[in-house]
């Protein structure tokens, strides 16, 4: 897709805040807010900057960005659009392009297909105020003007996606500051530099924010630290499958491949790779599920008392209870695996109230970096709104804390030790990943 394309498809919005975040916003309240009917006259906004978003950065201490900027095919479309066309650059300054190994020699001789994209990532249409982030205790999404190819996530604000409902995937980053520092997706990029421009605004960084390249899948295979947890699920919708082939084939006369398993008799069940890597239908449709996951790493199932992935498998067969149901053509049951992972993946939505006619509540955004991960997300909805009434939303299943600087996740109720989060906030194509030392156990649930 050309960049005038990428630009005209995202022109009409910039900060995307989320239908999560305003939930969020309406779940913490415990009462109606009445306002008084305002007073006096409404006073115009005037604008203080003098200066372009252009002129900022020439005088800025991100010169190599600046050389960037002046080479690009972005800057002459942005200029093209006139006066009225704000947007917001979020610039590395030189210490933190040269750390990249973004120098100037580098610079001249990027490809300018490779240039715009990186310029594209660093830039948001519409004027962002630094204010928006001081008073706010969550994040608050960016979207980039930098759109990949292929992949498209459910609709929010595409009008002309349905029948299907997708928007493009727009890289988003998360921004909040603390202590004066601005955090990008809950990474430290120095103090808070923040200036207004009569089209925009320019946000100087003193670090590069990491542009996620790889899917959560990609990112686990290749560590080497989550061999189980991989595996043990892997295995485990291996038997399932199984199982179910087992409970057709002599009511049919044939024993269903696995893809037709899963498509017309299994598909309710959330099979280990499906929200860790993207779909590809070759077509235009909602691919790619984008969440935050609590990965155990081999050592704590060891902990938990599993020393390989055939223990798991053992511990399954004793306790599963997976079957082909003949009333109803539908698989039904599971395996004890299941109900533990689903706590780290999935938000324990196994435990998530139903409504009678309609089921679960529609899912609620759960993009979370660690800055994000304390007390103040108890009152979260997990799933709320949609088909579902509202009695049927479902609160956040974990409960967060900071002991010692370090963030602790547990269970409400649950016998077992908290699970601390030993490295937060690596960034995928579908969400963060933070690495646990403990099996999330959910209350009343025995292991041995």
Wanted: with cysteine; charged share 20%.
């Amino acid at each position: 897709m050309m960049k005038k394309d990428i630009l005209k498809n995202i022109e009409h919005s910039l900060f995307i805040l989320p239908l999560a975040l305003l939930l969020f916003g309406m779940a913490a309240c415990s009462k109606t807010e009445f306002l008084p009917d305002p007073e006096g006259v409404q006073v115009p906004f005037e604008e203080t900057a003098t200066q372009t978003v252009e002129q900022l950065l020439a005088a800025s201490d991100a010169e190599i960005y600046y050389e960037a900027w002046q080479k690009s095919n972005l800057k002459n479309e942005i200029a093209a659009k006139g006066s009225k066309f704000d947007f917001t650059i979020f610039a590395p300054d030189d210490a933190a392009m040269q750390a990249a190994g973004l120098t100037s020699a580098v610079i001249r001789q990027m490809p300018m297909d490779e240039l715009d994209n990186l310029l594209l990532f660093y830039t948001s249409i519409g004027k962002l105020d630094a204010n928006v982030l001081k008073n706010r205790s969550d994040n608050y999404v960016v979207k980039s003007m930098l759109q990949h190819p292929g992949l498209y996530v459910e609709h929010f604000e595409n009008p002309d996606s349905y029948p299907g409902g997708y928007d493009h995937y727009f890289y988003r980053n998360y921004m909040a500051v603390a202590a004066g520092d601005l955090l990008v997706n809950g990474k430290n990029t120095g103090k808070l530099s923040y200036s207004a421009a009569k089209n925009g605004a320019l946000f100087i960084l003193g670090k590069t924010i990491e542009k996620p390249t790889k899917t959560k899948l990609q990112v686990l295979r290749e560590d080497g630290r989550f061999t189980m947890y991989l595996e043990s699920q892997r295995l485990t919708d291996e038997m399932y499958l199984g199982k179910i082939g087992d409970g057709i084939e002599p009511l049919f006369g044939y024993r269903p491949e696995k893809e037709e398993i899963k498509r017309d008799f299994a598909y309710e069940r959330l099979y280990y790779d499906e929200d860790m890597e993207f779909i590809d239908y070759g077509y235009s449709a909602p691919n790619i599920v984008i969440s935050t996951l609590f990965v155990p790493t081999d050592d704590a199932f060891h902990k938990a008392g599993f020393q390989t992935v055939a223990d798991i498998l053992r511990f399954n067969e004793e306790r599963g209870n997976a079957f082909f149901d003949e009333n109803t053509y539908q698989a039904t049951g599971g395996y004890p695996l299941d109900t533990i992972m689903n706590f780290h993946r999935d938000w324990g939505r196994f435990f998530a109230p139903k409504d009678p006619s309609y089921g679960l509540a529609r899912n609620n955004a759960t993009v979370f970096y660690s800055n994000d991960l304390n007390t103040s997300l108890q009152n979260y909805m997990v799933n709320i709104g949609g088909s579902a009434q509202p009695i049927y939303a479902y609160k956040m299943p974990l409960a967060f804390s900071i002991i010692n600087n370090k963030i602790q996740i547990q269970v409400p109720g649950s016998d077992r030790p908290a699970a601390t989060i030993v490295e937060a906030d690596i960034n995928t194509l579908n969400g963060p990943i933070h690495v646990i030392d403990q099996l999330l156990i959910p209350k009343g649930f025995k292991l041995f």
